[in-house]
């Protein structure tokens, strides 16, 4: 009998010290911060998040424990945005403090004070797949490495960027019109007697990435037959790998999510999905320790691409100031890893809300033919573009990759203060884990006027005079992201983009630690959603809704719950240039 109930006893012993523990983690934020309320919970939300996102645990079990609905991270009509006067989400577990940051003067002084606020490595330690990085370290390690790095990112490569990205869009429209043209039925406008494609815009603007980063980080030109070469043969297998180049960057890429979350033990399971994934990380690794020693013996004028750059960088260093190979591996990677999905569910994001806004697909051809005037970008003609990178700006602030930034306060032993004239002092006690959330910071109605759910790159621009041409035309008003009429707001002056409020908008972080790579990704943007809309105008299928195409979940980055599919049309007189076929390059 004693022992039936040992182990009843021993349990709740555990379940009473455990909540004991939580109680006084928020008894002592509580006491440092009067009137905050703090959710306490048995388990880290970190853990519980990513347990969620994955679908291993219930979205009853998820509520039960944190009091919020499961996607509160994701969701626009999230507590975190709406009737919090204290701009944080507070959780209290066992192990540590977790606060949500929800104002936009606490995240601009956190992502500024990196002394104070330091990124909590052992979360980024995951990323240390082939090797320490720009992104997994801190103090001076980081630094050493954002010297050598940094510079790598220049307008040598971003010009690279450019080309690539025009090239590689030409390829994939050639396989549009190729594979995917529908029976005019199909379409929204059935009378239109222009052929119509039916094109699966995650998949092909993840794709369209995935080359981008190969050819203007790799220096490795794809076809966009991603299985093919350029003479319609299957991709060969070079002797001593087990996967083509093709095989081991897509199947990482697919299964990165996985790579991140399961332990190293479990890749010796018979597990066929398991198996595949560590075998495509092997052979990716192997290929990038093959480019990385060619790498030297690369033609001065050809070390344009991002790898060749830095392996010469490395090279030429000081002993002790260069990277290892380890270290140039675990950075490409980042590289890949943060460059290609970010930017390629922004185009997909960018895609779908231009078909539901078809006003503002109108003025984004409008500038298109303006600047470009028939002719293919040219990459000087990318500061011209300004409404082009205004709908890149709202489409992050709408739908920023990354919901939250992770901070912490692990390594300090005194309190941290934050002050806001909004939500006042805030206290953070060390050991504290800390996510400046993107999503309820860009959503904030005080810091972006009463539509913050309303899709406007307008609010982008200098602002005019003139009122919204809807409300004069009749036109039907636009929608917000939940389905709902608004009215749009100012027509805008398209010459200069607005800055916002600091510590607002916070799709590449702020700092010291922002992104090195945000040139990179809007140079890429603007080269490819100029070039679909010098070609194409586009619309969603048959009866879809916004609010249940762009329903969105973040797992690793936010990303809608199903594949968006638009359709898409020539647009009227086109150049001969712009349906002139792509320039093949031969992969090397």
Request: charged residues 20%; contains cysteine.
């Amino acid at each position: 009998m004693l022992y039936a109930i040992l182990p009843i006893v021993i349990g709740a012993s555990y379940l009473l010290r455990a909540k004991w523990r939580a109680e006084a983690r928020a008894a002592e934020f509580k006491a440092l911060n009067p009137g905050v309320p703090v959710k306490i919970i048995f388990s880290d939300i970190i853990l519980l998040n990513l347990l969620a996102s994955l679908k291993v645990l219930p979205k009853a079990w998820f509520l039960k424990i944190t009091g919020v609905e499961k996607g509160w991270e994701s969701e626009a009509d999230s507590p975190l945005y709406k009737n919090n006067p204290h701009g944080v989400i507070v959780f209290a577990s066992p192990s540590k403090l977790s606060v949500t940051i929800a104002d936009p003067e606490y995240s601009k002084e956190i992502t500024t004070r990196n002394k104070d606020f330091p990124k909590p490595i052992e979360i980024y330690g995951v990323l240390d797949i082939f090797g320490k990085n720009v992104v997994t370290l801190e103090k001076e390690e980081w630094r050493r490495h954002r010297k050598v790095v940094a510079p790598r990112f220049g307008e040598k490569n971003n010009a690279l960027v450019h080309v690539q990205t025009a090239r590689i869009a030409k390829n994939m429209f050639e396989a549009w019109e190729r594979n995917f043209q529908v029976p005019s039925s199909s379409s929204s406008s059935s009378s239109d007697s222009k052929p119509s494609y039916l094109v699966d815009v995650s998949a092909d603007m993840m794709k369209l990435a995935l080359h981008v980063i190969s050819a203007a980080g790799f220096g490795k030109y794809i076809d966009w037959d991603a299985d093919e070469g350029y003479e319609g043969k299957k991709a060969a297998i070079p002797a001593g790998h087990r996967l083509s180049f093709v095989d081991a960057l897509q199947t990482s890429v697919e299964n990165i999510n996985l790579k991140l979350v399961v332990p190293k033990w479990a890749y010796n399971l018979p597990i066929k999905k398991l198996e595949e994934t560590q075998v495509a990380f092997e052979e990716f690794g192997a290929y990038l320790t093959d480019l990385i020693r060619a790498a030297d013996a690369t033609k001065e004028d050809q070390k344009d691409n991002l790898l060749s750059s830095l392996v010469e960088a490395t090279r030429a260093g000081n002993e002790g100031q260069g990277l290892s190979e380890s270290e140039v591996l675990g950075n490409v990677f980042i590289f890949m890893f943060a460059g290609h999905e970010t930017t390629a569910g922004t185009l997909a994001y960018a895609l779908a809300l231009l078909a539901f806004y078809p006003e503002k697909q109108q003025r984004l051809h409008e500038e298109i033919d303006r600047v470009l005037g028939g002719k293919h970008p040219a990459y000087k003609q990318q500061a011209e573009l300004t409404y082009t990178l205004a709908i890149m700006n709202e489409v992050l602030r709408v739908y920023p990759p990354v919901v939250g930034i992770p901070k912490s306060t692990n390594a300090q032993t005194q309190n941290q203060s934050l002050y806001s004239t909004v939500s006042g002092k805030l206290t953070i006690p060390p050991n504290t884990y800390i996510s400046v959330h993107a999503m309820a910071l860009h959503h904030n109605a005080k810091a972006w006027g009463p539509d913050p759910l309303v899709f406007r790159p307008e609010r982008w621009l200098k602002e005019g005079a003139e009122s919204n041409p809807h409300s004069r035309s009749g036109t039907p008003l636009p929608q917000d992201l939940n389905g709902a009429s608004v009215d749009g707001g100012l027509v805008a002056d398209p010459n200069t983009l607005r800055k916002p409020a600091p510590g607002s908008f916070v799709p590449f972080s702020e700092g010291a630690r922002g992104c090195i790579g945000k040139r990179f990704a809007q140079v890429e943007f603007v080269a490819a959603l100029a070039m679909i809309a010098q070609r194409y105008e586009w619309t969603t299928t048959p009866g879809a809704k916004i609010e249940e195409v762009l329903r969105s979940r973040s797992t690793v980055t936010l990303r809608p719950y199903e594949h968006t599919k638009l359709i898409f049309r020539r647009r009227d007189n086109l150049s001969a240039e712009t349906l002139a076929p792509p320039v093949l390059v031969t992969a090397n």
